[in-house]
C-alpha cells in the first residue's frame, strides 16, 4: 500500500491534465461572472440590434 502512495504521490504525467482543468474551469467562471454583471446592459444591446432588422 505505501509503494502504491508513493508511486501516486510521484508521478506526475496528470499534473497537466489537471492544470488544465483549473485553467478551463477559472476560464468559465470568469466569463460567467462577466456575463451576469453585464446582463441588464447585454440585453438592452441585443434588443436594440434586434429592432434595427
Do not use: P, Q
Not at 506526475?12 to 483549473?22: D, N, Q
Request: cysteine-free; glycine content about 6%.
Amino acid at each position: 500500500m505505501k509503494n502504491l502512495i508513493k508511486a501516486i504521490l510521484v508521478d506526475s504525467r496528470g499534473s497537466a491534465i489537471v492544470e488544465y482543468a483549473l485553467l478551463t474551469s477559472l476560464i468559465g467562471v470568469t466569463v460567467i461572472s462577466a456575463l451576469s454583471l453585464m446582463g441588464d446592459r447585454l440585453t438592452d444591446f441585443i434588443k436594440t440590434i434586434a429592432s434595427v432588422f
